[in-house]
């Protein structure tokens, strides 16, 4: 009994060393925004019209801003 019980807390105590370790280092192409990333205000990007057109890749993309003030990207 008292060695299941010391495995269960090693256990634990492992997934937590790895849930520690992968969360410390951030990935270049992480999802979100990190101190170092260029910042640029909506207003100025999007100008008195509320949209943009975005060329990416040979392709061109709607960036608009909804009357409710979300952003919405399409194709």
């Known amino acids: 009994m008292i060695i299941i019980v010391a495995l ?3 256990l634990r105590a492992m997934t937590r060393m790895v849930n520690t370790a ?4 951030p990935k270049d192409n992480a ?3 990190v101190a170092t990333d260029r910042q640029i205000s909506s207003r100025v ?3 008195s019209e509320g ?4 060329e990416h ?3 061109r993309y709607l960036l608009r801003q909804t009357h409710a003030g979300k952003l ?4």
């Open 8 to 10: 269960i807390f090693i």
């Open 72 to 75: 919405i990207l399409t194709k």
């Open 51 to 54: 949209r943009v057109v975005i």
């Open 57 to 59: 890749g040979g392709q």
């Open 45 to 47: 990007l999007l100008g």
């Open 31 to 33: 999802p979100y925004p």
């Open 22 to 25: 992968t969360a410390e280092k």
